[in-house]
C-alpha cells in the first residue's frame, strides 16, 4: 500500500521502537502532525521552545542509552534547535532530529520560513540529509538512527521538503544498514590490547581516568571488575561520573579544574595512565605543557581523532570501552600476580597523604545555607540514585564534586557546550523515560530563566521533577572568575530582578517552596521529596560569597591547585 | 610539511562542503582542493593538498575519514606518486619580439599556446606544483593577463591505488 511521505515518517519511527517524540509544530511540518494525530504509538511531547525539545531528547538519550528524538518546523523552528544540537554533539549524544523544510521547489528562494538547515546544522552534527524524494525517506531515516546511535554517537538532522511529506510511496522500513563509507570498528586490535596489558602491569604509579565513553559505552560493568582487579587508583572527569561508583575503594573523586586535590596530584605524578574513553579535554589537562610530565599512556576511544589529539598516547586502541575492556581482562586475569604491589601500595600511600587535606571540605554556619550542604544533603537522602540533571554554573560544579554518584547515566549535564538552560528540560526527558524515578533539576537562578517556560510543558504532561534553585542572586561562575581574576569588577554578572521563583512556579502550577535558614533546610527538602507526584521548585536562597574549590587556574598545572581558604594551611600540616 | 591527500568521498550533495567546512572549521591550510566523479558516478575522487606538522596531518587525515561520506584516503606524500596541475595563463603577446619570447618559454617548459589574438597568446602548461610555479616565475618578463591553475591531482606510483 502507497502511504504519504507524512505517514512514512510515522511508520518509521514506530518501526524504530520510538516511546517519544519531542516537538513543536509550524507550517512545513503539518502534514507530520496530521500523521501523528491518527495514531498514539509515538507519544508527542509538546514543549515550549524548540529548544527544550532538544534537550529533552538528549536528556531521555543520556539516562536511557536510547536515540532521542525531536521534531521541528522550518526556519525558526530550525534556529531554536541549534543550541541544543551543539549540545548533543559536545557530549556525543544519539539524537535524531527531524526538521521540516519548505517545498522542494521553493528551496533556495528565500521562501517565507525558510532557512538552509543543511548548512546552518553542518559543523555541530555528526552527519545530516536533505531528502531528495519520498522513496528514499524511509532509508534515509534508518541510515539517521544507525548513525546516530553507532560508533562515536552524536545528532543527525533529517531535513524533510513538505512536499515530499505529501507524497506517496510504498513503504518498507530496512531491517538493516549498510553503508561503504561508515563502519565503525568496535573490537580492539588484540595486538594493541596486549600491549595496553602490559604497560599497565608494569606500572608503578598508576592511575586509570575514565570519561563520558564508558558511560556512554555501558563499560561500567566490566569497568569496576577491571578496576578492583587492578587495584589502581582510579579518577573520573565531569561527563564520566557513575561508571565507577563514588564508593568504590579505587576512586579518588573527579578531576580537572573542580576535581579532587587527590585526582589531579596523582594525575600529574602517574608514571602509568591508563584513559577509558575520555578526550583529554582543557578543562581535564590544565595546562598542556605541564601535563602529567611522566606519564605513559594508553588510551581506548572509538574514535580514532580523539587519540593523540591533545597528548601524545604511547598504546592507542581503537574499539568501544566495553569490548576493549572485557578483551583486556580476559588478558589480565592469568597475569594479575604480575603487579609490583610493593610499588603500588607506596603509591596509595602516597595518594592517601593528598586525601587527608579533604580538599572538598567546606565550611558551613548558621546564618545562611551554603550550597555544597544542599547538594550533600540531597544525596543523602536519595542514596546517590536519583537522575540529577544539572544547569550550568557553579551549582553544576557543586553536583559533580558532592552528589556521589553511584550509577552511571544518573548525572546528566552538558559538559562539552556548558548550556545553561540545560537542566529543566533535559530533567523532563528522564522523568518521561523513568516516571517513578526520582529526577532532581539543580539550577541556578540565572540557568533557569534560560528555559523556564518549560515549566508549563512539566505540567502538562505531570512531570514531578525536583527543582532545586541554588540561588545566590549571582551568576555564581562569572562572579567568582571576576572576584579571583578581575579584581572584583562584577560586570554584570549580578541577577538584577529576579522574579519571585515561589510565586513563578505556582503561576505555572506547581508547588513552590523557599527556604533560607540552615535549620530548616532538611524539612524543607523532605517535604519537596514526599511529594512525589507534583513538580516542586525549591527556592534555596545560599549564601551568595561561596566559591568552587579546589581549583586549578588558566595556564596551571596538576599540581598547583588552588585550595579553598583554610585547606592550604591543612595542605602545609599534613604534608609536612 | 607539504603533503597531498587522496579522498574518495560518496558523490553526494553536500560532500564537498563538508570537507571544506571542516578545514576552516580546525583552522588547517588547503594550498588546492580538487574533485570530480570517478570511472563510478557514485563516487567522487578529491585531492588535497595542505600542510602541517605531523600531528596536524594526522588529525586532518582521522578528521577526514569520521566525516559519514568519507569512504577511504591516502596521504600520497607518504610514497611514491605522480602530481600534476594544468594551468592556463593569458599574456600580452604584441609585436614579434615579445611573440618570439613567450613562444621560446612555452618550449622550454613544454607547455602549448592554445589561443591566439593579435595581441594575446593563451598558453596551457600541465606539471607538478613546483614546474607551474616556476612558469610562471618565467613568465615574470611578459605582462600576464590572467592565471587559471587547476589545483593538483594526484595518483600514486605503480601498484599502489585508492579503490572503494
Ligand atoms: C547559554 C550560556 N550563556 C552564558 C554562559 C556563561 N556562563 C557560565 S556559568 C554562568 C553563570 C550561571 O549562573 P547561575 O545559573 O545562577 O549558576 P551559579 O553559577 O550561580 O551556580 C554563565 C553566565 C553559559 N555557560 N551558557
Known sequence: ?576 | MRRIISVLLENEAGALSRVAGLFSARGYNIESLTVAPTDDPSLSRMTIVTSGTDNIIEQITKQLNKLVDVVKLIDLTEGQHIERELMLVKVVAAGNEQREEVKRLVDIFRGRIIDVTESTYTLEMTGNGDKVDAFVQALSQVEIIEVVRSGVSGIGRGKRALSA
Not at chain 1, 527 to 555: C, H, K, Q, S, W
Open chain 1, 1 to 576: 500500500m502507497q502511504l504519504t511521505g507524512a505517514d512514512i515518517v510515522v511508520r518509521c519511527l514506530q518501526d524504530e521502537g520510538i516511546e517519544f517524540l519531542f516537538g513543536y509544530p509550524g507550517g512545513a511540518a503539518l502534514h507530520i502532525y496530521d500523521a501523528l494525530y491518527k495514531q498514539d504509538q509515538v507519544k508527542h511531547i509538546l514543549v515550549r521552545h524548540e529548544q527544550g525539545a532538544t534537550h529533552a531528547a538528549d536528556g531521555y538519550a543520556r539516562a536511557t542509552g536510547k536515540p532521542g528524538v525531536v521534531l521541528v518546523t522550518s526556519g525558526p523552528g530550525v534556529t531554536n534547535t541549534i543550541t541544543g544540537i551543539a549540545t548533543a554533539y559536545m557530549d556525543s549524544i544519539p539524537m535524531v532530529v527531524l526538521t521540516a523544510q519548505v517545498p522542494s521547489h521553493l528551496i533556495g528562494d528565500d521562501a517565507f520560513q525558510e532557512v538552509d538547515t543543511v548548512g546552518i546544522t553542518r559543523p555541530c552534527v555528526k552527519h545530516n540529509f536533505l531528502v531528495g524524494d519520498v522513496d528514499s525517506l524511509a532509508d534515509t531515516l534508518k541510515k539517521a538512527f544507525y548513525i546516530a546511535s553507532s560508533g562515536r554517537p552524536g545528532p543527525v538532522v533529517v531535513d524533510i521538503p513538505k512536499d515530499i511529506t505529501a507524497n506517496l510511496a510504498e513503504y518498507a522500513y530496512p531491517e538493516s544498514v549498510d553503508m561503504r563509507s561508515y563502519q565503525p570498528r568496535t573490537r580492539g586490535h588484540s595486538k594493541q590490547v596486549k600491549r595496553g596489558v602490559d604497560l599497565l602491569l608494569s606500572a608503578k604509579k598508576p592511575i586509570v581516568y575514565t570519561g563520558g565513553g564508558a558511560v556512554l559505552g555501558d563499560a561500567e560493568d566490566v569497568l569496576q571488575k577491571m578496576v578492583n582487579m587492578l587495584g589502581y587508583p582510579s579518577t573520573s572527569t565531569l561527563m564520566g561520573l557513575g561508571a565507577i561508583p563514588a564508593s568504590n575503594e579505587t576512586f579518588l573523586g573527579m578531576l580537572g579544574m573542580h576535581g579532587t586535590y587527590e585526582s589531579n596530584m596523582a594525575m600529574h605524578d602517574c608514571d602509568v595512565m591508563f584513559a577509558v574513553g575520555a578526550r583529554f579535554d582543557d578543562r581535564v589537562t590544565g595546562e598542556l605543557s605541564k601535563f602529567s610530565p611522566n606519564a605513559r599512556i594508553v588510551q581506548i576511544d572509538i574514535d580514532p581523532s580523539s587519540i593523540g589529539k591533545n597528548v601524545g598516547v604511547e598504546v592507542p586502541i581503537v574499539g568501544d570501552c566495553k569490548e576493549v575492556l572485557e578483551q583486556m581482562v580476559q588478558l589480565l586475569e592469568p597475569r594479575i600476580d604480575e603487579i609490583d604491589r610493593g610499588e603500588v601500595n607506596k603509591w596509595w600511600e602516597q595518594i592517601n597523604r593528598w586525601k587527608s587535606i579533604d580538599s572538598l571540605a567546606y565550611k558551613t554556619n548558621d546564618e545562611k545555607i551554603v550550597p555544597q550542604l544542599v547538594v550533600e544533603r540531597l544525596g543523602e537522602i536519595t542514596n546517590g540514585e536519583a537522575y540529577v540533571c544539572s544547569d550550568v554554573g557553579q551549582h553544576q560544579m557543586w553536583a559533580a564534586q558532592y552528589y556521589a554518584f553511584e550509577k552511571p547515566r544518573r548525572w546528566i549535564n552538558s559538559g562539552g557546550l556548558g548550556t545553561m538552560g540545560f537542566g529543566l528540560p533535559s530533567a523532563m526527558g528522564v522523568q518521561l523515560a523513568y516516571p517513578d524515578s526520582t529526577v532532581i533539576c539543580i539550577t541556578g537562578d540565572a540557568s533557569i530563566q534560560m528555559c523556564i517556560q518549560e515549566l508549563s510543558c512539566c505540567l502538562q504532561y505531570g512531570l514531578p521533577i525536583k527543582v532545586i534553585n541554588l540561588n545566590n542572586q549571582y551568576m555564581g561562575m562569572v562572579r567568582q572568575w571576576q572576584e579571583f581574576f578581575y579584581d572584583r569588577r562584577y560586570s554584570h554578572s549580578y541577577m538584577d530582578a529576579l522574579p519571585d521563583f515561589v510565586k513563578l512556579a505556582e503561576s505555572y502550577g506547581h508547588i513552590g517552596m523557599r527556604v533560607q535558614e540552615p535549620s530548616k533546610l532538611d524539612a524543607t527538602l523532605e517535604e519537596a521529596f514526599a511529594l512525589t507526584d507534583r513538580l516542586v521548585f525549591v527556592d534555596v536562597i545560599t549564601d551568595p560569597t561561596v566559591n568552587v574549590y579546589p581549583m586549578i587556574a588558566g595556564g596551571k598545572g596538576h599540581n598547583e591547585m588552588h585550595l579553598a581558604p583554610g585547606q592550604e594551611e591543612v595542605k602545609e600540616r599534613e604534608l609536612a
